[in-house]
T-cell receptor, first 117, second 115 residues
Framework: DTAVSQTPKYLVTQMGNDKSIKCEQNLGHDTMYWYKQDSKKFLKIMFSYNNKELIINETVPNRFSPKSPDKAHLNLHINSLELGDSAVYFC????????????????FGNGTRLTVT | AQSVTQPDIHITVSEGASLELRCNYSYGATPYLFWYVQSPGQGLQLLLKYFSGDTLVQGIKGFEAEFKRSQSSFNLRKPSVHWSDAAEYFCAVGPSKTSYDKVIFGPGTSLSVIP
């Protein structure tokens, strides 16, 4: 049983399109995240939700909009895609809010590789 | 501001040799420190973590790390590397329990293993 699952695994699209990435966790965690990993493998947090409440919102273009219908799901919608959006997007979850506490560190999905042409 | 540096972008070792991956951090207080591993096409998996107490921490897959406050370092070690250890390794520093700050990841070290 996959703990954090993302769909799709690969996403190839043209500039200007709108796309969504879905994430679900079955760990019962309260907090979920979106991270972006660029071509140099650098990981940067984009958003974090705790029990459907947005708690971290980094300097991300407003073309990116996260949505959390419930605490087990965190989706990422991207409008007007640009070449620079090409990256691997990781969803993650943790039991605690804002930090990795005790025996509940970040659990990552396998990523969605977005390619914008 | 918090930051994490991993001085080695890429390391190559022979199978069976020992390994040390370096990590240095900048943080205003005693940090929470982590090492994650990313295999090709996969997400990140936690290897080990340090919160307090014994400065030598043991993790999964035979890895260990030592926290040295005086050097602001948290280096990862393994006495004998296996070919399956080839992956990307990330050091990360986390916030305190009373802070809602973010976890900051280092730039990663890519490990290649020669059979």
């Amino acid at each position: 049983d996959t703990a954090v699952s993302q769909t799709p695994k690969y996403l190839v699209t043209q500039m200007g399109n709108d796309k969504s990435i879905k994430c679900e966790q079955n760990l019962g965690h309260d907090t979920m995240y979106w991270y972006k990993q660029d071509s140099k493998k650098f990981l940067k947090i984009m958003f974090s939700y705790n029990n459907k409440e947005l708690i971290i919102n980094e300097t991300v273009p407003n073309r990116f909009s996260p949505k959390s219908p419930d605490k087990a799901h965190l989706n990422l919608h991207i409008n007007s895609l640009e070449l620079g959006d090409s990256a691997v997007y990781f969803c993650a979850s943790s039991q605690d809010r804002g930090w990795q506490g005790g025996d509940s560190p970040l659990h990552f999905g396998n990523g969605t590789r977005l390619t914008v042409t | 501001a918090q930051s994490v540096t991993q001085p080695d972008i890429h390391i190559t070792v022979s199978e069976g040799a020992s390994l040390e991956l370096r990590c240095n951090y900048s943080y205003g207080a005693t940090p929470y420190l982590f090492w994650y591993v990313q295999s090709p096409g996969q997400g990140l998996q936690l290897l080990l973590k340090y919160f307090s107490g014994d400065t030598l921490v043991q993790g999964i897959k035979g890895f260990e790390a030592e926290f040295k406050r005086s050097q602001s370092s948290f280096n990862l070690r393994k006495p004998s590397v296996h070919w399956s250890d080839a992956a990307e390794y990330f050091c990360a520093v986390g916030p305190s329990k009373t802070s809602y700050d973010k976890v900051i990841f280092g730039p990663g070290t890519s490990l290649s293993v020669i059979p």
